[in-house]
């Protein structure tokens, strides 16, 4: 019964370091979200993907890449870490539009 | 980004009383969803409801999608302390496959 589920939980970075994060939904869900959760601020959505293969940008993908090779998975790149990307990283899916959307845990990121 | 909004922001209760909460918008909505996030975890989507009008349960919490699809709320009775979170709502329009969010009710349970 495991959901969504990401990898790693915590990160530190230096800036300018790139890394990934991993997203795994075990529900065969087609719509799979990136969003980033800073005080005062709420959810905003980084990118998102309607199926496996594709990929679209959300409100705030500058410094993000995405990909979607594998139906289940749904990968967050971050080129070059910036302080400014500092945050709380939230995955998610859903399985038909207007649909239940599932969160996983999230990832807290620290660029220093 | 686009949010809802969300009232009140955040409330002191003491154990066992009600508690409502709820989420407006100027446009019209096909689903909304209700969430607790803890600290340091992440969402739990708590109730969904998809039609105008619907009353849903989830043990002591209820929530209703308003009649004009504007709005929805959600009410916890007899409050216990482990229901200190943050509340938000979701919703979606039709043929959309984003959701937008509220700005969150944070709320205390004072034993």
């Known amino acids: 019964n495991a959901g969504v589920t990401q990898t790693p939980k915590f990160r530190v970075l230096k800036t300018g370091q790139s890394m990934t994060l991993l997203c795994a939904q075990d529900?065969?869900?087609?719509?799979m979200y990136w969003y980033r959760q800073d005080p005062g601020m709420g959810l905003r959505l980084i990118h998102y993907s309607v199926g496996e293969g594709t990929t679209a940008k959300g409100e705030v993908p500058d410094g993000y890449n995405v990909s979607r090779l594998k139906k289940q998975n749904f990968l967050l790149g971050l080129e070059s870490a910036a302080p400014s990307q500092t945050s709380v990283y939230f995955c998610?899916?859903?399985?038909?539009?207007?649909?239940?959307?599932?969160f996983g845990s999230g990832t807290q990121l620290s660029v220093l | 980004g686009q949010q809802l909004n969300q009232s009140p922001q955040s409330m002191f209760i003491q154990e066992g009383e009600d508690v409502s909460m709820n989420c407006t918008s100027s446009s019209i909505f096909n689903t909304w969803l209700w969430y607790k996030q803890d600290p340091g975890e992440g969402p739990v989507l708590l109730i969904a409801?998809?039609?105008?009008?619907e009353l849903t349960s989830n043990g002591r919490l209820t929530a209703q999608f308003g009649i004009t699809r504007k709005d929805s709320f959600l009410n916890i009775s007899a409050s216990i302390p482990s229901d200190v979170g943050i509340y938000f709502c979701a919703a979606t329009t039709s043929g959309t496959y984003k959701y937008i969010f509220g700005t969150g009710t944070r709320l205390k349970v004072l034993a």
């Open positions: 409801l998809y039609k105008a009008g």
């Open positions: 529900m065969n869900h087609e719509y």
């Open positions: 998610a899916s859903m399985g038909l539009i207007g649909e239940k959307l599932f």
